[in-house]
Nanobody, 115 residues
């Protein structure tokens, strides 16, 4: 089993920045990737960014160029640095960790972009 703990999020003005962190614990040796998804009210959950431990990184179209995902290999931790935030980025952000057999999800952290 893998346990996911998220931190960061909150309220920020348009154009501002926020940093989200996600730490995985437990059977992390089975994981092959970690990332972030988000879900806004009334919308489907969508990919924000994902890093395969082999090195490939994916970004959702709406955040490419504004968000950066990075990984601390030794701590099974990922960080999402979000810049130039827009009101459309308002959502609950969920950390996700994947193994060959399972998907693990965090509880989610709220990000609100508003003036």
């Amino acid at each position: 089993q893998v346990h996911i703990v998220e931190s960061g999020g909150g309220l920020v003005q348009p154009g501002g920045s926020l940093r989200l962190s996600c730490a995985a614990s437990g059977h992390t040796a089975t994981l092959n990737g970690m990332g972030w998804h988000r879900q806004a009210p009334g919308k489907q959950r969508e990919l924000v960014a994902f890093v395969h431990f082999g090195g490939t990184v994916y970004y959702g179209d709406s955040v490419n160029g504004r968000f950066t995902i990075s990984r601390d290999n030794t701590k099974s931790t990922i960080v999402l640095q979000m810049t130039d935030l827009e009101p459309e980025d308002t959502a609950v952000y969920y950390c996700n960790a994947q193994s060959d057999q399972n998907d693990y999800w965090g509880q989610g952290t709220q990000v609100t972009v508003s003036s």
